[in-house]
C-alpha cells in the first residue's frame, strides 16, 4: 500500500528548514540595514564639511575670530586662536614691507542642523588672517 503526503516528522523537519533560513535572511537584511545607515550618517558629515569649508573661505580670522552663521539648513559656529600673531607682512621680492598685516589661526568649526541643533562635525582648520594696514594716497592725477 502506498502512503501519500508528508509525515509529521517530515513537516516538523521542512518547517525547521524555513525558519533557520528565515531568520539567517533577517539578519542579513538587517545588518545591510544598519550599513546604509552608517553610509548615510558619513555621506551627512561628508556634504557637511564640504559646505562649511566653502564658507570658511569667505571668513577672515583677524577680523572676525569668532561667530555663528545659519546657511540653508546648516549652522556653522567657529572660533580661531592665533598660531602666529599679526605682524606686518614682507614681500618676497627684495624684503619690502606690505600694505597686509597678516596672522595664522588654527579655526575650531562646528556645524549642526540649524533646526534639531544637533551636531553633525567639528574640525580644525588653519588659516590666515589679513588686514590692510598701509594705504596709498592717490596722488597720481
Known amino acids: 500500500m502506498k502512503q501519500a503526503g508528508f509525515t509529521l516528522l517530515e513537516a516538523m523537519v521542512s518547517l525547521i528548514l524555513i525558519a533557520t533560513v528565515g531568520m539567517a535572511l533577517l539578519d542579513w537584511i538587517n545588518t545591510n540595514f ?7 550618517t ?13 564658507f570658511m573661505e ?3 580670522p583677524l577680523e572676525r575670530k569668532q561667530g555663528s552663521e545659519n546657511i540653508g539648513i546648516y549652522q556653522f559656529n567657529w572660533s580661531a586662536e592665533p598660531v602666529i600673531l599679526p605682524k606686518s607682512g614682507v614681500s618676497p621680492q627684495g624684503g619690502y614691507v606690505s600694505l597686509y598685516e597678516i596672522a595664522l589661526y588654527d579655526t575650531t568649526v562646528e556645524v549642526k542642523f540649524r533646526e534639531t ?10 588659516q590666515v588672517g589679513y588686514k590692510q594696514t598701509i594705504f596709498y594716497e592717490d596722488d597720481f592725477f
Not at 42 to 54: G, P
Open 58 to 60: 569667505t571668513i577672515n
Open 117 to 126: 541643533n544637533t551636531l553633525i562635525t567639528r574640525f580644525t582648520l588653519r
Open 34 to 40: 544598519n550599513v546604509l545607515q552608517r553610509v548615510e
Open 42 to 54: 558619513i555621506q551627512e558629515r561628508t556634504e557637511a564639511t564640504r559646505n562649511a569649508l566653502v
